[in-house]
């Protein structure tokens, strides 16, 4: 499914979608950037909860999968490799 | 569990006490807003995905609970009869 929210209120709406196992892209452009941010941190939160993997796509677009889909980049390693949450620090 | 986070890299670990079934009282006195607005919109991106509920309790003070318990406020209802998350408008 793709999306392209403006405001936070469709948060929810999203976060329903990767509930019921479906991957979400998310198309930032038509959000203004205090609401991309909200939209993204609230999205992280259901995905951090269901164990799946977020990643960036482009310039405002983002990838979230539930637990799941695996997401594979270019160099053909599993992006859930990497850390997925990149304000983590790494241990 | 009471918890006073000051930055967003603490999410985290506030949402693994979630997903454990843990109830979390987060206090963000310690938090610059900015950071306390992301950590909010991260744990109730958490909160929603587990089925629980939120309710602030007070200036900057914030209870959430995963699904298995319910919040009772003072008139003796429970939390989750009002709206959980203020954002979404009622139907």
């Given at each position: 499914?793709?999306?392209?929210?403006?405001?936070?209120?469709?948060?929810?709406?999203?976060?329903?979608?990767?509930?019921?196992?479906?991957?979400?892209i998310i198309?930032?452009?038509?959000?203004?950037?205090?609401?991309?941010?909200?939209i993204v941190?609230?999205?992280?939160?259901?995905?951090?909860?269901?164990?799946?993997?977020?990643?960036?796509?482009?310039?405002?677009?983002?990838?979230?999968v539930p637990?799941?889909?695996?997401?594979?980049?270019?160099?053909?390693?599993?992006?859930?490799?990497?850390?997925?949450?990149?304000?983590?620090?790494?241990?």
């Open positions: 499914m793709v999306c392209d929210p403006a405001s936070f209120e469709e948060a929810q709406g999203i976060a329903d979608n990767l509930k019921n196992r479906r991957a979400v198309n930032l452009e038509k959000a203004e950037q205090g609401q991309a941010r909200r941190d609230f999205i992280s939160g259901t995905t951090f909860a269901l164990g799946g993997n977020m990643q960036k796509v482009g310039q405002g677009i983002f990838l979230f637990s799941s889909i695996d997401i594979a980049n270019e160099s053909g390693r599993e992006a859930k490799e990497k850390s997925i949450f990149p304000w983590v620090k790494s241990e």
